[in-house]
C-alpha cells in the first residue's frame, strides 16, 4: 500500500489533529487576554506592581478557567462516548445478525453493490466487529477518545505558555516602551499561531492571520484606551 506523504494516515490522526488546534487555540487564548489585561492597567498607571498582580491574576485564573472548561466538556463527551460503545457491544452481543444487515446496509448506501457490501460487512465483523459498528454507525474511533485530565492540563498548559509572553514584554521593557513592545510582541505572535492553526487545519494562512491579528489588535486598543481613560479621569 502507497501513500502520499501530505497526507498522513493512521489511527489516532484526528485526535492528534484536535491536539494541536487545542493547543493553538489554549496559547492564542493566553497571548490575547493576559495581554489585553497588562495593556489595559499599564494605561492607567505606570507602576509595575498593579501590572504585575492584574497580569499574574489573568494568567492564573485564566489557566484554571481553561482546564476547567476542557475538563467538563470532555468528561461530557467521553461520557457520550462510552454510552454509545456500551450499547453497541450489547446489540452485537444479543442481536448479531440485525447489526450485520444493518452494516450491510450502511455500506450499501455509499454506494457498494449488495454482494460487495455483504462482503465487507463480514470480513470487518469477523476482524473487530465494535470497531466496525462504531466507526460506521456512529464515527467513533476509540483511539481518539481523550482524557479529561490529559485535556485539562494541555488547555491549561497552553494557555500559560501563551500567557508568559505579554507577561515579560510589559515587564522586562523601560516605562516608556512597554506598550509598544507589548503591542509589537503579541501581534507577531498571533501571526505565528494563526499562520499555524490554519497550517493545521488546511487552510489558507494568510486570511486566518490576518483575521486573528486584527482581532488581538482591536483587543488591545481597546482594553489600553479604557484604562487610559481612567487613569486620565481619577477613577483609578
Known amino acids: 500500500m502507497t501513500t502520499h506523504a501530505n497526507e498522513p494516515h493512521g ?5 492528534r489533529l484536535n491536539w494541536l488546534r487545542a493547543g493553538v487555540l489554549g496559547a492564542n487564548d ?9 495593556v489595559g492597567v499599564a494605561g ?21 478557567s481553561m482546564a476547567l472548561g476542557e475538563y467538563v466538556s470532555v468528561s461530557s463527551q467521553r461520557d457520550s462516548q462510552h454510552a454509545l460503545i456500551a450499547k453497541e457491544r450489547y446489540e452485537l452481543a444479543t442481536m448479531p445478525e440485525e447489526e450485520l444487515a444493518e452494516l ?37 474511533n476509540q483511539e481518539d477518545i481523550v482524557s479529561p485530565w490529559q485535556a485539562a492540563g494541555a488547555s491549561a498548559l497552553a494557555f500559560f505558555i501563551g500567557a508568559l509572553l505579554p507577561m515579560l514584554a510589559i ?38 492571520t490576518l483575521r486573528v491579528v486584527i482581532g488581538g489588535a482591536l483587543a488591545l486598543a481597546a482594553t489600553f484606551l479604557i484604562g487610559t481613560l481612567l487613569g486620565t479621569t481619577g477613577l483609578v
Open 171 to 208: 515587564l522586562l521593557p523601560p516605562e516608556p516602551a512597554r506598550v509598544p513592545v507589548t503591542f509589537a510582541a503579541v501581534l507577531i505572535a498571533l501571526a505565528i499561531t494563526g499562520a499555524t492553526g490554519a497550517r493545521i487545519g488546511g487552510s489558507p494562512w494568510l486570511r486566518s
Open 104 to 140: 450491510t446496509a450502511i455500506y450499501a448506501a455509499k454506494g457498494l453493490t449488495g454482494e460487495t457490501a455483504a462482503r465487507v460487512a463480514e470480513e470487518l465483523t469477523a476482524h473487530d466487529a465494535l470497531t466496525a459498528h462504531l466507526e460506521a454507525e456512529l464515527g467513533i
Open 44 to 64: 492607567a498607571t505606570s507602576s509595575l506592581a498593579p501590572i504585575l498582580t492584574a497580569g499574574v491574576a489573568g494568567l492564573v485564573g485564566g489557566a484554571i
Open 11 to 15: 489511527a489516532g490522526l484526528a485526535g
Open 30 to 38: 493566553g497571548i490575547v487576554s493576559v495581554a489585553a489585561i497588562v
